[in-house]
């Protein structure tokens, strides 16, 4: 009786991913809805449904630098219906942040990238400056009186910009938001000057000469700006940077879960509507396995710690 109850228990995950999914799937979007990340999650979330025979919910739970939805996930049951989307601040926040109550990397099972983009540094048109040199000396003059905003501590944006500023001599004041949505609006208005965020997003206000791109943050110039530099081109030699997303799970959900997971989002991204709607956003479709991007999670951690410390950042 002994050996039946103990072959139970352990036949149970198997069970259950066989039978998987069987409910609706959420995953957690930590950022506000209509950010550079929600949209694209939402496409590839309507694909995985319609593949799977399932309804995906996103759900949106922005703050603390990523860190709230990011939290939820990791107390879910790891039973594959609590999804997070894992992006740059996870990896950052492992070592910005002092006080965490869970591992922004260690508490997560990697399922597998999905895409990439380079960050643009836009200005609003009312700063007198139109080239990254104009922007230094110009910032220069000022320390400590030019506002920059990002989509909150510990966001791909504030590590770029800060990276940035660091490597430029650079001070200015952070302002963090809940979500690049609402930062963006800000500088587009003029309540703050400065911004980093990724690319895609920022098309149509650099169309409409809303923003002014003063260079990209990528290793070559995006096709959608070829007339911007990178920063590299511009005085910073080596500097390279993107804002990547991904799947994961709660740590400690089943192989098999994630294995199915990592199949559907890889097919997704070869579907014709994915592959349409990121090449429209200029995104860069990249997926991989478990194994690999549970790696490039702990490589991601460890250089954004390098980058965090010459800059100088620390949030308690």
């Known amino acids: 009786m002994a050996l039946m109850a103990l072959a139970a228990i352990l036949a ?6 066989d039978d998987y999914p069987s409910r609706p799937i959420h995953i957690v979007v930590p950022y506000s809805a209509g950010g550079s990340s929600d949209a694209p999650m939402r496409v590839i979330a309507q694909q995985m449904a319609q593949q799977m025979g399932e309804a995906i919910v996103i759900e949106n739970k922005p703050g603390q630098g990523a860190m709230i939805g990011a ?4 107390r879910a049951a790891p039973d594959g219906y609590t999804l997070l989307l894992a992006s740059n601040p996870q990896a950052i926040s492992a070592t910005l942040y002092s006080h965490l109550s869970f591992d922004p990397v260690g508490d997560f099972a990697a399922i597998s990238l999905f895409g990439r983009e380079p960050g643009v540094l836009v200005v609003n048109p009312s700063m007198p400056v139109r080239s990254v040199r104009e ?9 400590d009186k030019i506002d920059y905003a990002s989509s ?3 966001s791909a944006q504030h590590l770029f910009t800060a990276m940035f500023l660091s490597a430029a001599g650079l001070r200015m004041m952070h302002i963090p ?11 587009v208005a003029g309540q703050v000057l400065v911004a980093m965020p990724g690319l895609a997003a920022m098309m149509p206000h650099i169309r409409e000469k809303r923003l002014i791109p003063l260079a990209v943050t990528g290793d070559q110039r995006s096709p959608l700006l070829p007339d911007v530099p990178t920063l590299a081109e511009s005085g910073f030699p080596g500097f390279s940077a993107y804002v990547w997303s991904g799947l994961v799970a709660p740590k400690g959900t089943p ?3 994630i294995e199915r997971l990592n199949r559907e989002l890889k097919k997704a991204m070869a579907s014709d509507t994915v592959k349409a709607y990121m090449h429209n956003a200029s995104v860069e479709i990249v997926t991989d ?5 549970q790696a490039f999670f702990q490589q991601e951690k460890a250089r954004d710690a390098k980058a965090i410390q010459d800059a100088g950042l620390k949030i308690d």
């Open 12 to 17: 149970a995950p198997v069970a259950r991913a």
């Open 71 to 74: 939290e939820y996930v990791a």
């Open 135 to 143: 922007f230094v000396d110009y910032v220069k003059a000022r320390p």
């Open 152 to 154: 909150g501590n510990g």
């Open 177 to 187: 938001y809940r979500g690049s949505a609402q930062a963006v609006t800000d500088v």
């Open 255 to 257: 192989p098999a879960i």
């Open 289 to 293: 396995t478990p194994a690999e991007f």
